[in-house]
Nanobody, 116 residues
Framework: QVQLVESGGGLVQPGGSLRLSCAAS????????MGWYRQAAGKERESVAT???????TYADSVKGRFTISRDSTENTVYLQMDSLFPEDAAVYYCNARVVYGVELWGQGILVTVSS
């Protein structure tokens, strides 16, 4: 079973930056895309950013221009650079991998707190 392990979360002041990393424990056969989702307290989980095998990216409107998703295919790792963070960006961030046949893999989640 492939595991996705997130790192890089924590506490940051408004306007600050964080970089999240998600490393897969091994190569993911049939990988279509990887991405980041987040879930704030009392809210539904939402897509933040995705990147497919061709390098095409998508972003939620709320993070466009502030967040950047990237990947290192050789390391089976995906990153989320988060700049100009707002308090409303605070959430548990989850790494996601979409695989053929509708399979989805999830990380355990990592907390991002934006507060002064």
């Amino acid at each position: 079973q492939v595991q996705l392990v997130e790192s890089g979360g924590g506490l940051v002041q408004p306007g600050g930056s964080l970089r999240l990393s998600c490393a897969a424990s091994r190569n993911i056969f049939g990988l279509i895309s990887m991405g980041w989702y987040r879930q704030a307290a009392g809210k539904e989980r939402e897509s933040v950013a995705t990147i497919d095998q061709g390098g095409t990216t998508t972003y939620a409107d709320s993070v466009k221009g502030r967040f950047t998703i990237s990947r290192d295919s050789t390391e089976n790792t995906v990153y989320l650079q988060m700049d100009s963070l707002f308090p409303e960006d605070a959430a548990v961030y989850y790494c996601n991998a979409r695989v053929v046949y509708g399979v989805e893999l999830w990380g355990q989640g990592i907390l991002v707190t934006v507060s002064s």
